[in-house]
């Protein structure tokens, strides 16, 4: 039975999460980024200092960029192999989880809860993209369950193996890999009334001496090569400043998270809060360890993100398995209706403002197919009265359909990954042209063009450069023309957003022609 349910998770999770991760683009701000400061790497041998856009980019270490290379290496320079050991890494973060579950619960509850956390739309959105966060949660979440081993099982060799996690999670994000983890371990032992007896049982020496075999090489090479620019941009603005102040263009609201936290953790956002109620009425999170230690791994993770100034939604994801924990034992036996009854609105709401809204759009009603399975299953739950099975596996399977139909199908729409790769077709044409934007800059842009930096000009400079005899090609929105008034250009291409009102526009002081080397 165990390793039925393995391969299933296994299978389950890779053609959700891997395989599909081909058929659609570079997402807007942040994918493209990453993608493209590995590819920076890659065309300039440099595998130490992160670039983007041809200026260093010091906001995370550099393991994600090292697994998005060797993605590039593998599969080529392509969102499916930039994208694969990111994804692949969600897939080994539901298995260990499975694994750890396996040893402390039974079968069938290990199993059910690796699908709730594979079922979380949050999760599934940050394992398909090329970003640090999945790479972080693996990371935490190995920590925690190494620690959690050594602890409960008295073994020195599972604390080593804890540090050996925080040191990979320090080379994804920063000091916040081994705060965090080691935060939750003490309020852990402090409630358990045993801090002191541990602390002279784990093996610092050996424990640290692996923590910093992984961290201090690349930190120790790019503090050698850049020293304090690397510290003034890393240390003290991405980790302490981001802890304490704010980030242009990142919210601080308190209220933040609260108003995320439904579509983060949908489909079982609704039963969440009833699944702590019971847990803390009932007094079941004292006697058994996985739930005391899930329950403070989860509000740990939340309230440190809730007290640091800078928020994203994504920050929480390290949550994400406590919370599969708690949420599957509540529904094991869940004590009241309500909050199904809440789903079952909630989904049918969404699913008819989501058809509405589809429509008016004029968007492919194909990509409305992944809406179908998540209703049958809440109104499967309320027909057959069990809650658990139809929802996770409802939710499973509109997401399947969503990566492999809606995506694919809303692709021919996306404006940016287009109008990058025909200004980067104009480039190769016209090899004298300079390629700028106006008072506007698209990381998805610069990935799909990659012929070197696309600087972001203001109306002024763009004038003169059009009025030049020089070739120029300059990317923005169609309403900043207007600061362009009395100014001689053509007009390339024009391409509606998918969301946005706005459309991107390519311009020039010579005709498309002429730019192509067509008479």
Known sequence: MKRKNL???????????????????????????????????????????????????????ILVYWLIVLGYKVFGINTFGGRFFISLCGVLTVLLFYWWLSRWKSERFAFWSSLVLLSLLDFIVMSSVAMPDVLLTLFMTGALVFFFEGYHRRNKNYYRVSFLFSGLATLTKGPVGLVLPGL????????????????????WFSGFGIYFAVVLPWYGAVLYKHGYQFF???????????????????????????????????????????????LFKEKRIWGDSVLEFSTVWFFTVVFFFQIAHTKLAHYLLPSFPPFAVITTWYLFHPKERLSLYMTV??????????????????????????????????????????????????????????KWVTLPALEPLRAKPVVGKEVREIKKHCKECKVVFLDYSSPEIVYYYRLGKLEDLNAETVKRLLESKEPVVVITRENRLKKLKGVKFFKIDERKELLPKHSIVVISNYPKEKLYGKS
Not at 184 to 202: G, P, S
Not at 239 to 260: D, E, M, Q, S, V
């Open 7 to 61: 391969l299933i998770l296994l299978v389950v999770s890779f053609v959700l999460l891997v395989a599909p991760n081909g058929l659609y683009s570079a997402f807007d701000k942040d994918e493209p980024k990453y993608l493209e400061a590995a590819y920076e790497m890659v065309k300039n041998g440099d595998y130490i200092t992160p670039y983007y856009n041809y200026e260093y980019r010091f906001d995370k270490p």
């Open 184 to 203: 939750v371990a003490i309020i852990y032992l402090v409630l358990r009334r045993d801090l002191l007896r541990t602390l002279r049982e784990i093996p």
């Open 232 to 278: 003034k941009d890393f240390i003290i603005f991405h980790n302490i400043h981001r802890f304490t102040g704010k980030i242009p263009g990142h919210p601080t609201a308190w209220w933040y998270y609260l108003a995320n936290y439904f579509w983060l953790f949908l489909p079982f956002s609704l039963f969440f809060p009833f699944a702590v109620y019971y």
């Open 345 to 402: 609105f909630l989904f049918t709401t969404l699913a008819l403002a989501g058809g509405v809204f589809w429509t008016i759009k004029h968007w492919p009603l194909i990509g409305l197919v992944f809406l179908v399975p998540p209703l049958i299953g809440v109104w499967w739950a309320v027909w057959t009265k069990e809650v658990l099975k139809p929802i996770t596996l409802g939710f499973l399977a509109g997401m399947l359909l969503f």
